[in-house]
């Protein structure tokens, strides 16, 4: 029969340090998946997911078993990619001259038919990356919880612990501060 | 440009597009011999060590003090000095109060 995660969190806490494994197994992917939204190198990723099993086993004596184990983790994955974030900010006015040449494909032909511009396109996943890149770090985690995983403000709240008022606050110049790097790639390009 | 259709444009497409969850290769192997080598910390271990590393510092001011008021002037001194000035310091209240008028 499969233990559930009270059974392997129970264990790991009297000290079964192999209980570990089937939770780090189990979620794993989602928490890779999550990291690579904020670090573009597999190794600063592969750093910031080993960081957050690392808080979680340190800490695990904290889980209260009131909400699902994946939920504790999520929160503590969320403050790890955002402490990242922080911790890593690139010279953020990186040029548009500078786009690939998928990526200025797919501007040019938006800027010459924006409704075919396919939104499936690999290219224009990579130039949202870097619209994201030359954001603040507060900016740039409520864009991915928001816009792209489509999160509640609520949710975004208990994520990041910041209160609902700050995450409106922060939802609305970060929405601002794109469409002003998005204006200054266009003005780049074809001014 | 039409900048809120791009915006748009973008947004469905980096939903539409989500990372991958591939997880390297050995990486739970690797996490748990970490996990391993590093136990859970014992506050109470973490508690007493802090109390360790302070007890130098203390010491040190402790014996500063102690050299300081060893070759300091005032102990010099008579003992009874600091007594002597807090009872006059108490009392000159009291010497320069004028005696109550007893006549009412």
């Known amino acids: 029969m499969e233990r559930t995660d009270a059974d392997l969190i129970a264990a790991v806490l009297r000290g079964d340090t192999a209980s570990f494994g089937p939770l780090v197994g189990k979620y794993s992917p989602r928490l890779f998946a999550t990291a690579r939204r904020y670090a573009r190198r597999e190794s600063e990723v592969e750093d910031i997911v080993q960081e957050v099993w690392v808080k979680a086993f340190q800490k695990l004596r904290t889980f209260r078993a009131e909400a699902p184990f994946e939920h504790w983790l999520m929160r503590l994955a969320v403050r790890t990619c955002y402490d990242f974030l922080r911790g890593h900010q690139r010279s953020r006015e990186a040029a548009f001259s500078d786009l690939s040449a998928p990526e200025g494909d797919w501007l040019e032909r938006f800027v010459s038919q924006p409704a075919p511009a396919g939104e499936q396109a690999e290219a224009a996943r990579q130039l949202v990356g870097r619209v994201l890149e030359q954001l603040p770090p507060p900016a740039r985690l409520v864009i991915n919880l928001l816009e792209i995983e489509e999160r509640s403000v609520k949710e975004i709240a208990s994520l990041t612990g910041w209160s609902v008022p700050l995450v409106k606050v922060r939802a609305f110049r970060a929405r601002a501060e794109m469409r002003r790097i998005l204006a200054k790639m266009a003005k780049e390009k074809y001014l | ?104």
């Not at chain 2, 008579?78 to 109060?97: G, K, M």
């Open chain 2, 1 to 104: 440009m039409d900048l809120a259709e791009l915006e748009r444009k973008l947004i469905a497409a980096a939903r539409r597009n989500p990372p991958s969850e591939q997880v390297p290769h050995t990486f739970e192997q690797r996490l748990l011999a970490r996990l391993r080598a590093c136990p859970v910390p014992d506050h109470w271990a973490l508690w007493s060590q802090a109390l360790w590393r302070a007890a130098a510092p203390c010491v040190g001011v402790m014996l500063l003090l102690g050299a300081w008021w060893w070759f300091s002037p005032a102990r010099n001194l008579p003992a009874n000095d600091l007594s002597q000035e807090f009872e006059r310091t108490v009392l000159a209240a009291a010497e320069q109060e004028p005696p109550p008028d007893l006549s009412r």
